[in-house]
T-cell receptor, first 111, second 113 residues
């Protein structure tokens, strides 16, 4: 089993809609969770971090963490064309700084 | 700060040649990471350093790959000899240990013919 899995294919959403992305992880003792955004041909950039169960909101982005079920999700509200990118889920285990990434989910926002 | 600086941005070489990728982390960051990104495998951690010391190199694919960090402001990733399957984008990233938040460089796109 991969450390971090993002299984959904490309996601197309109309402008203004909600985009929902999911991620599961295998290490039950993982402590820190991140969402990075990567535009085509560019490097990943951090958009959200979450450490505790529940929801964390930052502008149009909401991260959700459920440690019991070992999943992390990202909601993008009022999606804009500028949100079109690949979103990478990343997880750090307990007691180390080894950040493992999922393969990413491509989001396409259609004007 | 200029961010994480990587060079070269693009490298095209022939199979069997030595390749050296360079990275300058953000000043004050004590962690440095080397990642490789391909369509098939995504973003893979190759090795990371803390205070210039290699901590985890379990992701280094084989002995052809080596990485060094001689001081806090410079790291290299070397591939010798290079093979076509090494073609990928190689990212360097740095962080301040307490944050676990990585800042990535622009990447080095390697093509091995």
């Amino acid at each position: 089993q991969k450390e971090v899995e993002q299984n959904s294919g490309p996601l197309s959403v109309p402008e203004g809609a909600i985009a929902s992305l999911n991620c599961t992880y295998s290490d039950r003792v993982s402590q820190s969770f991140f969402w990075y955004r990567q535009y085509s041909g560019k490097s990943p950039e951090l958009i959200m971090s979450i450490y505790s169960n529940g929801d964390k909101e930052d502008g149009r982005f909401t991260a959700q963490l459920n440690k019991a079920s070992q999943y992390v999700s990202l909601l993008i509200r009022d999606s804009q064309p500028s949100d079109s990118a690949t979103y990478l889920c990343a997880v750090i285990g307990k007691g180390n700084n080894r950040l493992a990434f999922g393969k990413g989910n491509q989001v396409v926002v259609i004007p | 700060d200029a961010g994480v600086i990587q060079s070269p941005r693009h490298e095209v070489t022939e199979m069997g040649q030595e390749v050296t990728l360079r990275c300058k982390p953000i000043s004050g960051h004590d962690y440095l990471f080397w990642y490789r990104q391909t369509m098939m495998r995504g973003l893979e951690l190759l090795i990371y350093f803390n205070n210039n010391v290699p901590i985890d190199d379990s992701g280094m694919p084989e002995d052809r790959f080596s990485a060094k960090m001689p001081n806090a402001s410079f790291s290299t990733l070397k591939i010798q000899p290079s093979e076509p399957r090494d073609s990928a984008v190689y990212f360097c990233a740095s962080s301040w240990g307490g944050s676990n938040v990585l800042t990535f460089g622009a990447g080095s796109r390697l093509t091995v013919l």
